[in-house]
């Protein structure tokens, strides 16, 4: 966009000044990408939204997602910030897929005590939004005060279903934390993830700290089945929620011979060592049903 499709947007924000919010009124007009027929304008192509008042506050859309979505994104996370005195700056991402029967994906990333920190919710059109602030206020009011995190968690049910087998369309190369159990399992609970590889300090094997229905925090290491030795991860707690170690080394798979274990098994997640490097993966669905995978960086 230039800047002369930046416009005031007070009719819909009170005096909040947002930037990259073409005119609502009139049209129909084309801008960005976008269409517009009056207050319906819907963002079909990835848009940044930031506002003049919060700078640091910025929104990303992705497909038809509506301009109101983002209005109430600003407004609220805005006030969710003020009030828990987080002076960070936070990115939103609110992505609408082409299937109107297939739900809104929003997510908010903000630093909280010098702590990445992340939610992430789904929802029906007109309430993702809403899900997503609340969300974010719960997870810092849990960070804030070492408040057990709900699990089962109602908001969050796992992506576990059996399907035909879904193509990986995104890899993320990632340089992993070298770390404890611990600490590993700080930033699961922190960035609002379901799994998330690391390498453990201890064996020195790439490992998973993921939630386990029923029993909290669960380890997974490539090869080692035994606690930590430390007596302090022996008793390991994060926010009250008990760790347990898986009792079977992860399996050795190609990528293809994952991806029909996770689809054809039901899995939301899958954990394996590749034979050829011999190093760690993490294999997930998406919200989309498709697949990602997490590799280590620098071994390809």
Request: with cysteine; charged share 25%.
């Given at each position: 966009?230039?800047?002369?499709?930046?416009?005031?947007?007070?009719?819909?924000?009170?005096?909040?000044?947002?930037?990259?919010?073409?005119?609502?009124?009139?049209?129909?007009?084309?801008?960005?990408?976008?269409?517009?027929?009056?207050?319906?304008?819907?963002?079909?192509?990835?848009?940044?939204?930031?506002?003049?008042?919060?700078?640091?506050?910025?929104?990303?859309?992705?497909?038809?997602?509506?301009?109101?979505?983002?209005?109430?994104?600003v407004r609220a996370i805005?006030?969710?910030?003020?009030?828990?005195?987080?002076?960070?700056?936070?990115?939103?991402?609110?992505?609408?897929?082409?299937?109107?029967?297939?739900?809104?994906?929003?997510?908010?990333?903000?630093?909280?005590?010098?702590?990445?920190?992340?939610?992430?919710?789904?929802?029906?059109?007109?309430?993702?939004?809403?899900?997503?602030?609340?969300?974010?206020?719960?997870?810092?009011?849990?960070?804030?005060?070492?408040?057990?995190?709900?699990?089962?968690?109602?908001?969050?049910?796992?992506?576990?279903?059996?399907?035909?087998?879904?193509?990986?369309?995104?890899?993320?190369?990632?340089?992993?934390?070298?770390?404890?159990?611990?600490?590993?399992?700080?930033?699961?609970?922190?960035?609002?993830?379901?799994?998330?590889?690391?390498t453990d300090s201890e064996?020195?094997?790439?490992?998973?700290?993921?939630?386990?229905?029923?029993?909290?925090?669960?380890?997974?290491?490539?090869?080692?089945?035994?606690?930590?030795?430390?007596?302090?991860?022996?008793?390991?707690?994060?926010?009250?929620?008990?760790?347990?170690?898986?009792?079977?080394?992860?399996?050795?798979?190609?990528?293809?011979?994952?991806?029909?274990?996770?689809?054809?098994?039901?899995?939301?997640?899958?954990?394996?060592?590749?034979?050829?490097?011999?190093?760690?993966?993490?294999?997930?669905?998406?919200?989309?049903?498709?697949?990602?995978?997490?590799?280590?960086?620098?071994?390809?």
């Amino acid at each position: 966009m230039n800047s002369s499709e930046l416009v005031r947007a007070s009719e819909l924000v009170g005096e909040t000044e947002l930037v990259g919010v073409p005119e609502l009124m009139g049209g129909p007009k084309s801008v960005g990408g976008s269409k517009m027929f009056g207050r319906t304008e819907l963002l079909r192509s990835t848009e940044l939204w930031a506002t003049a008042a919060d700078p640091e506050l910025a929104v990303t859309t992705c497909g038809a997602v509506p301009p109101a979505d983002v209005t109430r994104a600003v407004r609220a996370i805005g006030r969710v910030l003020r009030r828990h005195h987080v002076d960070s700056a936070a990115r939103v991402r609110v992505t609408v897929p082409p299937d109107v029967t297939e739900p809104t994906l929003v997510q908010a990333n903000i630093r909280f005590h010098d702590t990445p920190t992340r939610v992430q919710v789904t929802g029906p059109r007109g309430f993702a939004v809403t899900f997503a602030v609340e969300r974010l206020d719960r997870q810092i009011a849990r960070l804030a005060t070492s408040q057990a995190r709900p699990f089962p968690d109602p908001a969050r049910p796992p992506l576990a279903r059996v399907t035909e087998l879904r193509p990986i369309v995104r890899r993320k190369f990632c340089a992993l934390l070298t770390g404890t159990p611990a600490e590993a399992t700080a930033v699961l609970d922190a960035m609002d993830y379901d799994a998330y590889l690391f390498t453990d300090s201890e064996t020195g094997e790439d490992a998973v700290v993921h939630w386990e229905e029923s029993l909290g925090v669960r380890l997974s290491r490539q090869y080692g089945t035994a606690a930590p030795q430390a007596a302090a991860e022996v008793a390991l707690t994060v926010n009250s929620l008990p760790l347990t170690v898986h009792s079977e080394p992860a399996p050795a798979l190609s990528e293809d011979e994952a991806a029909a274990r996770l689809c054809r098994g039901g899995l939301p997640f899958l954990f394996f060592t590749d034979p050829g490097n011999g190093r760690g993966r993490l294999l997930y669905r998406r919200y989309d049903g498709d697949l990602t995978i997490v590799v280590p960086a620098g071994t390809e």
